[in-house]
């Protein structure tokens, strides 16, 4: 009988897949730019090779090789891992360009890519009785909003309405933006709002063909610009996120709490690689914007600590640096005490 996953197997599972999907992205890069994904699939093996190794209690040496781990869990668990050859020649690939600075090429990268998911996939069943293409890498997100759309999209793309799921995927990423706003939660978060969020109802109105033109231009503007700060400042690929809005639908929202899309022929033509591309590109994107996850904390200790004080703070006037003392004072001082 398996042992059951627990929850930082699940998550170590997950970063594993979020490594090996990070190399794919790497390998569609210009060369040599690409060479970078055979380092990431080769931490990617080695971090599934840690976690077997810990799941099943073989206790290996600290300073073991990376294909040392096909002997130990041979020897101590009676797991016969897989691609060993393949998983060799990424290691060599791997050495080549880490310590000699030799470029693999691109036939190379292509075949590492094939072979690691070969492995893993072959893999996973027998030494952690899931399959790989089941492993979520939602479960790295640390944001409750975001990681509840992207599994209620995969819901859609599972029964393969990939339009449907993808509106569902441009929601987590608004509510991720919205996450560190601070736009529905008290206190706000100041540093990533970039100044009030401007409201459909707000006076004079910009909407409608009797609007004034240049104040419509300005609202658009303003909503573009603080949506891009918003994005760089919590260390969201921009160039990303110029594609990710071309690809997934723009989702409207309605005072009844409704939520619609058109359904265009640019959005009914997109394809179960866009969806897998936009959905990466959300969970990387929450992954990133994590970081700041400790600034929000501060946050709400300085609103505890501030909020509603018996009597008010005192105020001091900065004076400058402290005078200097003279010694030959500081010793009659010393005396006289």
């Excluded at 998983?87 to 030799?102: I, P, Q, W, Y």
């Excluded at 996939?121 to 509840?148: C, G, H, K, N, W």
Aim: with cysteine.
């Amino acid at each position: 009988m398996a042992t059951p996953l627990d929850a930082l197997t699940v998550q170590r599972l997950a970063y594993v897949r979020f490594l090996y999907e990070e190399a794919a992205e790497y390998a569609r890069r210009p060369h040599p730019l690409s060479c970078t994904a055979v380092l990431m699939l080769h931490d990617a093996v080695e971090n599934f090779l840690g976690l077997a190794a810990d799941h099943h209690g073989t206790n290996p040496d600290p300073k073991i090789q990376f294909i040392q781990y096909w002997s130990e869990l041979k020897t101590k668990a009676q797991i016969d891992l897989p691609a060993r050859g393949a998983m060799t020649s990424l290691n060599t690939a791997r050495v080549a360009l880490k310590h000699h600075g030799t470029f693999p090429s691109e036939q190379t990268i292509e075949a590492a890519l094939k072979d690691a998911l070969r492995f893993f996939s072959t893999a996973a069943p027998v030494v952690f009785d899931v399959d790989f293409d089941s492993i979520d890498m939602v479960d790295l997100v640390t944001q409750p909003e975001v990681a509840r759309l992207l599994r209620e999209a995969q819901t859609h793309a599972d029964l393969g309405d990939h339009i449907h799921a993808l509106a569902g995927v441009s929601l987590a990423f608004d509510a991720l933006l919205d996450h560190y706003s601070g736009r529905f939660t008290r206190p706000r978060t100041e540093v990533f709002r970039f100044g009030p969020t401007l409201e459909v109802f707000d006076e004079p109105r910009v909407e409608g063909p009797r609007a004034p033109k240049r104040l419509r231009k300005l609202t658009e503007i303003a909503n573009a610009t603080q949506e891009a700060l918003r994005s760089m400042a919590l260390g969201i690929d921009y160039a990303g996120l110029a594609r990710f809005k071309i690809l997934v639908p723009r989702v409207d929202g309605f005072m009844d709490g409704g939520r619609s899309y058109v359904e265009s022929a640019w959005t009914q033509a997109r394809t179960v690689e866009d969806y897998n591309w936009a959905r990466h590109f959300v969970i990387e994107s929450a992954l990133r914007a994590a970081r700041a996850d400790d600034i929000e904390g501060l946050l709400q200790a300085q609103f505890a600590a501030d909020w509603n004080p018996a009597v008010p703070f005192a105020r001091r006037s900065w004076t400058g640096p402290v005078e200097p003392v003279d010694p030959e004072e500081a010793s009659v001082l010393e005396a006289e005490l």
